[in-house]
């Protein structure tokens, strides 16, 4: 019973104590929920589908190899709308925290769409007040490389999107999806939305920070061999065109999605490559809410 227990769950939960969490569903290795002593830090939209075909609407969905309408297969890639397999189950470390690997190669369906063999390793470690990602992508023929695109589709739930501000993007190149994929350069040191917003900014640093998210706290996003920042908003009309959207939750969202987009990753044969991210809650000292 154990085996087909394992084989029917869908869900992985990191439980590190204090009522913070870790819930990931095996569809897409999509992280639905990250709690942090109660405080749910991500949005999911109450339409999203859970049908294990459509990809799930809010969390961090995991996009490869394709990053936006892909003539191969479908939009964002396959990652997100495949099973995954859990690599190695929750795990505390000695210092507290929780592991979980989870993994993803090439089968029957993946090959159908992009004939490529590979294989992702993505660990989560979940802390105290921070969450890790850790992905590998190896590329295991003798003979072929490819190239691809690999995203981590961060939607963060925040009490009021027009509030918050982004960090990090002054002076960075960006591609307006708003605007026929124009090309700008952002003069804001920091960023707001206000409106409809899908934009792909080049080459930002390693962080950036959001205010106003869940609590009015800060969170910083760490990345690591992940040159590109992808802010996205889809606001009133854009709502109502997604039918696992609500038409009235835009507010309280904000994609800022750290990725592999602008220039694809080449991977020659037999070799591997590396990303990570770290989302983490800023505690400012001293600060008594009530
Ligand atoms: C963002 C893209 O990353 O994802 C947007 O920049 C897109 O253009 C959005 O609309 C959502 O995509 P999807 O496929 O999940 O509806």
Redesign the pocket.
Known sequence: TTAAAMAATSVVVLDRGNNTTCTINLHGATVVSWRVNNQEQLFVSKLASFDGKK?IRGGIPFVFPQF?AWSFGP??GFARITRWHLERPPDRLHNGDVEAIFSLMDNDFTRSIWNYQFRITYRLILREKELHFHIGVYNPSKELSFTFNMLL?TYLKVPDVRRCQITGLQGCHFID?TRENALYQEGREVVTVNEWT?RIYQHTPQEHVITNVVSGRKMRLHKYNFPDT?I?N?WIDRSRE?SDFGDDEFPNML?V?AGNVTSPVILLPGTAYEASQILQIIIEGNVSRK
């Open positions: 990809a936006g939009q964002h589709h999806k899908d992808v996205w889809p997604m994609c999605e």
